[in-house]
């Protein structure tokens, strides 16, 4: 292999390819071309990859020579959004274009019908007039309403409807009718000799604008992605044969070892090597305070190096960040499908045909029992229901909003799985939450050291006995110890007694720490500190003995201490109407006193991990609707068998994966945030289905004719034109308010 | 006598619409795909080309999707079923990945409802 080959290909994509037989022929006329060295194709994601230094336009000529297509791949997803953005604008202007033109001819013969109001054709003249205009209209209709026409043709031949169908039919017998009166004027009775070409015009114009805005507004819906998109970085400074050199970020491998600066975003997920620094996950996880960061520390792709220069190893990269993962999750979760929207989606699904048959039936009523003239209200009616009946607002009132209330979840560290999720989440009763890390700091703190002498030597001479057990409370006492700089000596004869405590020698002295128990098996009398112990007990905490050569010396008390916002974030849920339960594994004093100060009522505590399960089933009986939070891995269980299981301080990729909601940032506040968000995007989606069942509800009746007893008119299809293209606007707009959400804890 | 004969294309129209839409000859556009998974389905003018898409059960498949249609409404395709769904690019064939699932009818969509197929798993 040259040293070419290994650097990295360009890679095409191909079309036309169906068998091996291609593959050869590809091959073939590739390599012929100057500096390729290797050409290779991938049948199954129909991909070239071309090594050497041949030019790009060069090798698709080839292909196309050979009878294929080929195109060269955009390998950076963000490219390929810019090149969406591109085409969608295209397409944006091109509506535009249309909608001008089709109002262009149709607005001057509007005027000349209101103005003259000599719309009819009697006379040849008349005939020849409007035989013209009438070619022009028929311009129109193929130029800018083309594609309505051949989508309801197709969609016909495929026993479909859709809303192309309703248009093609409105304005094509609007049209064709418009073309009767002028080819043979004295079939008709005089009262029906009105020609309709402006109304086919005017809708079509009416409805390529209506597109048009809807496009602009839809645009809008999907700047979460793009946002998140655009915290990826592009390029990333690599250590490679010691120099950092800067290389685009496709072409970083696992394992690499990378360099960011104060100021610079992280590239991709990776463990600190050297460097301590601040960093800004925010963007991530809807934290508000930078997070340290020094050696041995994770950092996730995307967020942002605050003050010190980092040297990392990449764990992750490309689609494996937790950054692509979310990014992924939450266009999978965008364009879910939310269970309220099964009925509305089930009547757009046969709406179309249905209408169809109404335009018919109430065209029959109008032309055997309406008055005169008949003919023309019978078309009036006909081409005004099919045009205002299009049911686009009906099926667009569920994915919009849910595809502006999941993107805006992202942005608060929310990840909605799917609809049903988000639906279910705002109709909770009682949330079900892991003690340990959700509402207390998940790692034990010294909180009191008392000692009839020196608490620091106290403390050294228990830290060090510690250093060698691996109990989590040994943890805090060691750490406190380090955090005052206290010299520690390694422990002999150390000895863990089971349930009991631990003893050593430390310099000479014969150290104990434990229970009470331990306490009375040594015959080591308790004194005045059992009162003392008693309290710290009832205040949550976990007290300890600390006895030297056979004296009881003082008390070590270690809590899971309390987070900061706990308090806060239980009063918000509580204010949302949820009722709260805390489970954790701890003993029932801890546990209660925990709730106590938070005011929880309710507590399960002693819990082994599979009760979890069966108190949240237990609960589901009595007919609640329950909500479980926990870290996601050990409450996995819980967490499933919830309607709506909150995965909370989610660095895991299983979380990501498994649960309902999962928060980024471990705190209550994100399960608030969550309930808030789900209700605000439920409340949007009401008012979407609401607004477009009215609008086809009332618009199809008054589009029939029933106000024509008290009005005695009836409602121009130029109207129901314009007031289809502005119902799917409507419901685009009103998903957006949705943009504006706050939870609030930000307020 | 005119009056009778527009009541008659009328009703006859309304019949027309029933039987063809409801009642008529199944959708025959299926194609099965025995042993490749690279079927490719045109998203243009409404309709998903082919609109019936029969797999054999109990395997993952991937799914082309070729989008002609600039129009937003054909920007998704969801199997809400199956809870999958892929935004797809114009001009340009966007791969759908199916997951491994049970026997069976999984109907797929626009998100307006407009282009609306089946995916049969057997
Ligand atoms: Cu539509």
Known sequence: MTKEQQSAPTVFRLSGVNCAGCINKIETAVKTVAGVTDARVNLSDKTLSVYGSAEAESCIEAVRSAGYGAELLRSSEREQRAEQREQTQRHYRQQLWRSAFALGVGVPMMAWGLITDRVSVNTPVEQLAWGVMGLITLAVLVFCGGNFFSGAWKALRHHNATMDTLVALGTGTAWLFSMIVVLVPHLLPEAARHVYFEASAMIIGLISLGQALEIRARGRTSAAVEKLLELQDTSARVLRDGREVDLPIEQVQQGDQLRVRPGEKIPVDGTVLEGRSLVDESMLTGEPVPVKKAEGDSLAAGTLNKNGSLLFRADKVGSDTRLAQIIEMVKNAQSSRVPIARLADKISGIFVPVVMIIALVAALVWFNLGPDPRVAHMLVVLTSVLIIACPCALGLATPMSVMVGVGKGAEYGVLVRNGKALQQSCTLDVLVVDKTGTLTEGSPRLTDIDSDGDSDELLRLVASLEQGSEHPLAEAIVTAAHDKNLELQSPANFEAITAHGVSGDIGGSRVLLGNTKLMQKEAISLDAWSERAAKLAEAGRTVMYAAVDGKLRGIIAVADPIRADAQAAIERLSKLGLRIEMLTGDNHGSAEAVARQLGIDRVHAELLPEDKEGIVAELQKKGERVGMVGDGINDAPALARADVGFAIGAGTDVAIESADVTLMRSSLHGVANAVELSRATLHNIKQNLFGAFIYNTLGIPIAAGVLYPITGMLLSPIVAGGAMALSSLTVVSNANRLRFFKPSEAR | ?122
């Open chain 2, 1 to 122: 006598m005119a009056e009778v004969l527009v009541n008659i294309v009328g009703v006859l129209m309304i019949l027309a619409v029933i039987w063809w839409f409801w009642l008529g000859p199944k959708r025959s556009t299926s194609k099965a795909t025995p042993s490749t998974d690279n079927l490719q389905i045109l998203v243009k003018d409404g309709v998903y080309e082919p609109d019936l898409i029969r797999l054999p059960a109990g395997r993952t498949a991937t799914l082309h999707f070729h989008r002609e249609d600039p129009s937003p409404c054909s920007e998704w395709v969801l199997f809400p079923d199956l809870e999958v769904s892929a935004q797809l690019a114009l001009n340009q064939d966007t791969l759908v990945e199916i997951p491994k699932a049970e026997p069976g009818e999984y109907p797929f969509n626009c998100q307006m409802q407009m282009y609306r197929g089946t995916l049969i798993l057997e």
